[in-house]
T-cell receptor
Framework: QQPVQSPQAVILREGEDAVINCSSS?????VHWYRQKHGEAPVFLMI?????EQKGHDKISASFNEKKQQSSLYLTASQLSYSGTYFC???????????FGPGTRLSVLP | NAGVTQTPKFRILKIGQSMTLQCTQD?????MYWYRQDPGMGLKLIYY???????DKGEVPNGYNVSRSTTEDFPLRLELAAPSQTSVYFC????????????????FGAGSRLTVL
């Protein structure tokens, strides 16, 4: 069963912050975040493994609450290059059957 | 190092025709995946493979078949194409299971855009 993401879409001005949420009805062993630009393939951003773990990538960071089966992606001081669709992804406990959430479309305006 | 290569990039099929989408990776990855992405939508897992000779169904396997005779190749076969199969198809691979290890991330091909008329 695929994870759920919210919101479906976000429109920001440059420099503003955004949060994208990902949750699952089943136990999560890890959460992965990918970004896809229009007309391109998805590109890996980061993986979170342990409950409560946080990671950062430039001004993009994420947290993972294993108990709540949730992950959040934080985009700080957004740049035009952050525009795209963000997907969270999860696998089963064998690391197989990797499925994506429906995506969150992020638009950063000048 | 080419990564994941998909062919063809574009294809138009008539209803009822069959075709094979090719996917090859040169990274010695064990795991390979096929996803489809309908316009404006997310990625749906069609089939995946954890090694040569081993395949398993994903979320939307109906109307497709796969085989994995070598580590490098993972072709996707469409039998009796239908308009509902109009989509962009992405092949991806990873060294091992998609877990917390930094090595086991998905590397995607550029995609194959298929239109069924």
């Amino acid at each position: 069963q695929q994870p759920v993401q919210s919101p479906q879409a976000v429109i920001l001005r440059e420099g503003e912050d955004a949060v994208i949420n990902c949750s699952s009805s089943k136990a999560l062993y890890s959460v992965h975040w990918y970004r896809q630009k229009h007309g391109e393939a998805p590109v890996f951003l980061m993986i979170l493994l342990k409950g409560g773990e946080q990671k950062g990538h430039d001004k993009i960071s994420a947290s993972f609450n294993e108990k709540k089966q949730q992950s959040s992606l934080y985009l700080t001081a957004s740049q035009l290059s952050y525009s795209g669709t963000y997907f969270c992804g999860t696998a089963d406990n064998y690391g197989q059957n990797f499925v994506f959430g429906p995506g969150t479309r992020l638009s950063v305006l000048p | 190092n080419a990564g994941v290569t998909q062919t063809p990039k574009f294809r138009i099929l008539k209803i009822g025709q069959s075709m094979t989408l090719q996917c090859t990776q040169d990274m010695n990855h064990n795991y390979m995946y096929w996803y489809r992405q309908d316009p404006g939508m997310g990625l749906k897992l069609i089939y995946y493979s954890v090694g040569a000779g081993i395949t398993d169904k994903g979320e939307v396997p109906n109307g497709y078949n796969v085989s994995r005779s070598t580590t490098e190749d993972f072709p996707l076969r469409l039998e009796l194409a239908a308009p509902s199969q109009t989509s962009v198809y992405f092949c991806a691979s990873s060294y091992g299971g998609v877990d917390g290890s930094g090595a086991n991330v998905l590397t995607f091909g550029a995609g194959s855009r298929l239109t069924v008329l």
